[in-house]
Antibody
């Protein structure tokens, strides 16, 4: 059974750095085709994807927040950490981490290359972060 | 960057109704689209992936269709438990994920 749990501060001050940890079980982030992502949701608003790290340490970031985000993994601890710099009150949100893996549905081969669809299938419960002085 | 436009933003319906939510991508995403259901205070739950594949354990009244840029989520006969918010999400290997802005399904 795959589970994920987010942890970190509930309150940060403007301009500070936010560090959140996702601790997971039921899978290994050294397994081919596995990834972990971070998503946030401001109160009453839509989901916003932030960052993704693949099993091979390849990383992707939201183009809107790329300059502020860093995602890393510690395979031995089964953890993924995301840091966001220069926090602002508009960053107040519930932050989720989620397991994502290659799906045979949707994936295909073309020109000798594999194109893999990653499904974000299991989410943590989320952690609420408030940015206020 | 791939943008996802979801409509409607709010939908009022009754138990037993058939409802459809649409999602349009700003460029072709093949079938790399998922639908999630979210209830207040809870994490999103995967319903459909690869545009039309039903996630294990999800009732068959949920279905998805589409490819390229236009996608739909259909609930064939609304049940009381279905009143929630729904989000589409696209995946792209180079740019990651993007969510639609969500649809709140309300009781009429």
């Amino acid at each position: 059974q795959i589970t994920l749990k987010e942890s970190g501060p509930t309150l940060v001050k403007p301009t500070q750095i936010l560090t959140l940890t996702c601790t997971f079980s039921g899978f290994s982030l050294s397994t081919t085709g596995v990834s972990v992502g971070w998503i946030r949701q401001p109160p009453g608003r839509a989901l916003e994807w932030l960052a993704l790290i693949y099993w091979d340490d390849d990383k992707r970031y939201s183009p809107f927040l790329r300059s502020r985000l860093t995602i890393t993994k510690d395979t031995s601890k089964n953890q993924v950490v995301v840091t966001m710099t220069n926090m602002d009150p508009v960053d107040t949100a519930t932050y989720y981490c989620a397991h994502s893996q290659r799906s045979s549905s949707g994936s295909y081969y073309q020109g000798g290359l594999g194109y893999y669809y990653y499904v974000m299938d299991v989410w943590g419960q989320g952690t609420t972060v408030t940015v206020s002085s | 960057d791939i943008q996802m436009t979801q409509s409607p933003s709010t939908l009022s319906a009754s138990v037993g109704d058939r409802v459809t939510i649409t999602c349009r991508a700003s460029q072709s995403i093949n079938s790399w689209l998922a639908w999630y259901q979210q209830k207040p205070g809870k994490a999103p739950k995967l319903l459909i992936y690869a545009a039309s594949t039903l996630q294990s354990g999800v009732p068959s009244r949920f279905s998805g269709s589409g490819s390229g840029t236009d996608f739909t989520l259909t609930i064939s006969s609304l049940q009381p438990d279905d009143f929630a918010s729904y989000y589409c999400q696209q995946y792209n290997f180079y740019s990651g994920y993007t969510f639609g802005q969500g649809t709140k399904l309300e009781i009429k």
